[in-house]
T-cell receptor, first 113, second 113 residues
Framework: DSGVTQTPKHLITATGQRVTLRCSPR?????VYWYQQSLDQGLQFLIQ???????AKGNILERFSAQQFPDLHSELNLSSLELGDSALYFC????????????FGDGTRLSIL | QKEVEQDPGPLSVPEGAIVSLNCTYS??????FMWYRQYSRKGPELLMY????GNKEDGRFTAQVDKSSKYISLFIRDSQPSDSATYLC?????????????FGAGTRLFVKA
C-alpha cells in the first residue's frame, strides 16, 4: 500500500462535461504530482504542487487545472472534456519539492463517451 | 525523437533467468534516474533511484547508469513469476519550470514458471 488515495476509481462521463479527481498524499509527503497515462502516450507529467504552491508544470492543457489545499490533498479539474481525455490519471507524492515522485496511487480511470 | 526511449516489449523469459531492461535518453541535463514497476491496474512503484554513473544494487535488482552513452539499465537476477509487470524507466531534470520527471513508455515483462 503506497499510502496515496485517489477517488473515484472510475469515472464515466460525456464530452463537454467537467469532472474533479481527488488525491490524498501519503502521510508526511508535501509534494503532489499529477500524471496522465494513455496507451499511445505513456505516463505524461501534468503538474506538481508542493505545500500548496505550484512547483512545476508539464504538458497540462488549459482546460485542466489543479490545486493543493492546506490539508495537502489535491484536486485535478478537467473541463470541456473531449474523447481524447480518456485515460488513467495518477497522483503521486513525495516528501520534498525537488525530487522524483515516490508513491503513486492506483489511479482514476476516466472514460469519455 | 522522444527524450526517453524504451522498448515496449513484451519480453518473455523463463523463471530464474537474468533480465536486462534498457533505456536511452537524449538530454544530458537529466540528473536523476529511476526505475518503477507497475502491475496491472496499479500505480507505478519506485524500485531504484540513482544520480551517478555506475551500478547500484538492491537485492535481486541492479540499476546501471552510463551518462557518457546516455544509457541506463535494470538487471533482475533469479527472475520470478511475481516479477511479471511493466517496468518504466524515468529521469528527472531541473529546468526553468522546476524539476520534471520524464517516463519511458515501459517494457512489459513476463516471467514464465
Amino acid at each position: 500500500d503506497s499510502g496515496v488515495t485517489q477517488t473515484p476509481k472510475h469515472l464515466i462521463t460525456a464530452t463537454g462535461q467537467r469532472v474533479t479527481l481527488r488525491c490524498s498524499p501519503r502521510s508526511g509527503d508535501l509534494s503532489v504530482y499529477w500524471y496522465q497515462q494513455s496507451l499511445d502516450q505513456g505516463l505524461q507529467f501534468l503538474i506538481q504542487y508542493y505545500n500548496g504552491e505550484e512547483r512545476a508544470k508539464g504538458n497540462i492543457l488549459e482546460r485542466f487545472s489543479a490545486q493543493q489545499f492546506p490539508d495537502l490533498h489535491s484536486e485535478l479539474n478537467l473541463s470541456s472534456l473531449e474523447l481524447g481525455d480518456s485515460a488513467l490519471y495518477f497522483c503521486a507524492s513525495s516528501v520534498g519539492s525537488g525530487s522524483q515522485p515516490q508513491h503513486f496511487g492506483d489511479g482514476t480511470r476516466l472514460s469519455i463517451l | 525523437q522522444k527524450e526517453v526511449e524504451q522498448d515496449p516489449g513484451p519480453l518473455s523469459v523463463p523463471e530464474g533467468a537474468i533480465v536486462s531492461l534498457n533505456c536511452t535518453y537524449s538530454n544530458s541535463a537529466f540528473q536523476y534516474f529511476m526505475w518503477y514497476r507497475q502491475y496491472s491496474r496499479k500505480g507505478p512503484e519506485l524500485l531504484m533511484y540513482t544520480y551517478s554513473s555506475g551500478n547500484k544494487e538492491d537485492g535481486r535488482f541492479t540499476a546501471q547508469v552510463d551518462k557518457s552513452s546516455k544509457y541506463i539499465s535494470l538487471f533482475i537476477r533469479d527472475s520470478q513469476p511475481s516479477d511479471s509487470a511493466t517496468y518504466l524507466c524515468a529521469m528527472t531534470l531541473k529546468g526553468a519550470g522546476g524539476f520534471k520527471t520524464i517516463f519511458g513508455a515501459g517494457t512489459r515483462l513476463f516471467v514464465k514458471a
